[in-house]
C-alpha cells in the first residue's frame, strides 16, 4: 500500500498549488480520502475530505472557499487544489484513506511554504 504526495513547495502569499497523491496498492474507489496538515507545534487538523464516489465533500472552516477537493478514480489519485493561499497555510500536507472498517493508510507528506 502507498500513497503519494506531490506538488508542495514554495508560494508567495496569494498564489496557487495543486496537491496530488497517488494511491496504489488497494483498491482506491471504495475509500474516502482526505488532507490533512501539520504546521510546527500544531497538531494535525482535517483540511478537506471527499467520499468514496466524490459525491460529498467537506472543507475546514479556514479554507472553505479557497481550496477544492477531487478525486480520479481512474487514476487513483485525490487532489487539492488551493488558491489564495496564506502564511498560515504553511504546513506538512498528508493524504489518508480511509474506509468503515480496516485499517486507515497515510502517505509521507509533502511540504508548503507559504512565503514572500
Known amino acids: 500500500v502507498q500513497l503519494v504526495e506531490s506538488g508542495g513547495g514554495l508560494v508567495q502569499p496569494g498564489g496557487s498549488l495543486r496537491l496530488s497523491c497517488a494511491a496504489s496498492?488497494?483498491?482506491?474507489?471504495?475509500?474516502?480520502m482526505s488532507w490533512y496538515r501539520q504546521a510546527p507545534g500544531k497538531e494535525r487538523e482535517l483540511v478537506a475530505a471527499?467520499?468514496?464516489?466524490?459525491?460529498?465533500?467537506n472543507y475546514a472552516d479556514s479554507v472553505k472557499g479557497r481550496f477544492l477537493i477531487s478525486r480520479d478514480n481512474a487514476k487513483n489519485t485525490v487532489y487539492l487544489q488551493m488558491n489564495s493561499l496564506k502564511p498560515e497555510d504553511t504546513a506538512v500536507y498528508y493524504c489518508?484513506?480511509?474506509?468503515?472498517?480496516?485499517?486507515?493508510?497515510w502517505g509521507q507528506g509533502t511540504q508548503v511554504t507559504v512565503s514572500s
Open positions: 489518508r484513506a480511509r474506509r468503515t472498517v480496516g485499517p486507515d493508510y
Open positions: 496498492g488497494f483498491t482506491f474507489s471504495r475509500y474516502a
Open positions: 471527499i467520499t468514496s464516489a466524490g459525491s460529498s465533500t
